[in-house]
């Protein structure tokens, strides 16, 4: 079978495939690429073997290639160990020409690193996500229509769907965006929803990204190293295009700006190079066509905002602000920021220009508001659901804790207010001492903490190793598809695929040694 660096096609079926499974597979790839030949090199060592009871994101139960996989398990799966380390060494050469980079708070090397890309492209057909795109839009709309009601009116708290003292007792509830109105109602303009699957393969809602979600860079970014990388395998497969994202993210920003401004100016606020995603706020300014701007450059005067030129003040109507509420307006929140604009605040309040994502948007994807984001869907659009979430247990109800605390190594604990991955507890992989620290914070503030049962991610072809040890292994994924909302939604078609690069390890993020996937939706 193994001849030097290659073994023959019947390989492809993997070290547990039986003779049966190899025909299988040898009829479905000849649906593709005409006859094969017995001889055929393929891929690398050791064989691919997909996790037992995991969702393989490539391959059937069987050990047969998915049909919308099929060109990608027979060009790109089928190449010899020099080819795979040649593509790998000219995609981070790619990266590194690019820029694409970003930094680990607490790294104390200090340096940017290479967000590390895989090459196997995850695949999504069409008809999945046509169902995706509704419920991601449908979504959408409602976190929106939520976080306008708790700023304005109210009713979903008077009505009791979802309880006030958790509303107005999260860490990202804001009294100062009460009253405030922007135009269209918008206050969610981008928003990154991670989506999972399961041991069976359906996607399902894990947490929702509101506040200022990043990740689109690379999104563009991969598609366009795998465009130059492969572009007759892109071309294949009829990969949907990317690349539309910074002009409908600019038509969004200017559908929100105020409606009394006939040509509005956008702007791009960071908090500076020193920021992880700092690599994407130049990117989608630059992409955009707007202006980069710091907290230094800004400046409120009479109600409105200017950024400091070299011709003097410019009004700003749209401001894409990439920091948190605490550090945006030193007046209202932290009065020790120089990140933000002293006087914004007011400005927003007097119409005159837009925030996007409003202040306050955090609240929507707190992990203990997202137990009700199906109450909301109902509330406010009434419609049902059309995306599951995983289950989500509220450790600030004395039973569900007590029920919880006691197994508590079956579950995912996660903080409310975190992001990042940080804080996390996968019970089934923590330690003892882990748990019992674990049960302590819980009793010291349990509604700070809520509870999710494991789900087994589905899992992916992966390169891994380097040289003549390079070899495709199952490692676990999710997704992060972003949508815009300005005077109708748009949902990107793709999204961030990100792939836990550790064995075993269900951590995704890049701050937690996650690396990324092109994601590929594909018309076939």
């Known amino acids: 079978m193994v001849e030097g660096n290659a073994v023959h096609i019947d390989g492809i079926a993997f070290a547990h495939s039986t003779r049966r ?33 995991t969702y393989d994101e490539t391959f059937e139960a069987e050990l047969i290639p998915r049909a919308a996989c099929e060109p990608i398990v027979a060009s ?16 981070d050469r790619m990266f590194l020409t690019m820029g694409v980079t970003f930094n680990v708070y607490g790294d104390n090397a200090g340096a940017e ?8 492209p995850r695949v999504i057909d069409a008809n999945t996500w046509k169902d995706l795109e509704a419920g991601l839009a ?35 509830y804001r009294r100062a965006a009460i009253g405030i109105k922007p135009p269209n109602g918008v206050f969610v303009t981008v928003a990154g929803i991670d989506l999972v699957r399961d041991h069976e393969g359906r996607f399902m809602v894990l947490e929702d990204n509101v506040r200022t979600p990043s990740g689109v860079s690379y999104v563009l970014e991969n598609r366009q190293v795998m465009t130059r990388l492969m572009p007759d395998l892109v071309r294949k497969c009829g990969v949907r295009s990317v690349e539309n994202y910074p002009s409908d993210l600019l038509a969004s920003l200017h559908e929100i700006a105020p409606p009394t401004v006939a040509r509005p100016t956008a702007a791009l606020l960071t908090p500076g190079p020193y920021n992880s995603a700092f690599f994407e706020h130049v990117f989608l300014s630059q992409q955009m066509g707007i202006e980069l701007v710091e907290g230094q450059d800004l400046v409120c005067v009479d109600h409105k905002l200017f950024m400091k030129t070299v011709s003097g003040l410019q009004q700003v109507h ?33 119409g005159t220009v837009t925030v996007a994502n409003g202040i306050g948007t955090g609240v929507a ?40 605390i006691h ?51 589905s899992a ?65």
């Open 21 to 53: 499974d190899a025909q299988i597979m040898r009829s479905r790839i000849g649906m593709t690429q005409g006859a094969l030949q017995m001889s055929r090199p393929m891929l690398v060592k050791p064989a691919y073997s997909p996790l037992p009871g």
């Open 76 to 91: 790109l799966l089928s190449a010899s160990p020099e080819r795979i380390n040649e593509l790998r060494a000219r995609a």
């Open 113 to 120: 690193r290479i967000f590390p890309f895989d090459l196997v």
């Open 138 to 172: 449908q979504r959408v709309r409602a976190l929106n229509a939520f976080v306008a009601d708790i700023y304005g009116e109210g009713k979903i708290l008077r009505d009791e769907v979802v309880p006030r003292d958790l509303v107005c007792g999260s860490s990202q």
């Open 318 to 350: 749209v401001l894409y602000r990439r920091i948190d509420d605490d550090f945006l307006d030193p007046l209202v929140f932290r009065s020790d920021s120089l990140l933000g604009v002293a006087g914004i605040t007011d400005a927003m309040r007097a």
């Open 365 to 404: 994807d707190d992990k203990a508001v997202f137990a009700y984001t199906p109450a909301m869907i109902r509330y406010y659009l009434a419609e049902e659901p059309l995306l599951p979430i995983v289950e989500t247990h509220l450790l600030r109800d004395a039973d569900v804790r007590k029920r919880v």
């Open 407 to 457: 197994d508590l190594d079956q579950f995912v604990i996660k903080p409310t207010g975190a992001s990042g991955g940080y804080g996390v507890l996968i019970g089934p992989k923590a330690t003892y001492r882990e748990l019992a620290q674990m049960r302590d914070a819980i009793e010291k503030d349990p509604a700070a903490f809520i509870a999710q049962p494991m789900v087994q991610l």
């Open 460 to 524: 992916h072809p992966t390169f891994v190793g380097q040289g003549s040890n390079v070899a495709l292994v199952p490692r676990h994924v999710d997704l992060r598809p972003f949508v815009l909302l300005g005077s109708k939604a748009r949902v990107l078609p793709g999204g961030l695929t990100r792939v836990a690069l550790r064995e075993g390890s269900l951590i995704v993020n890049s701050s937690q040694g996650g690396g990324s996937k092109d994601t590929w939706v594909v018309d076939a």
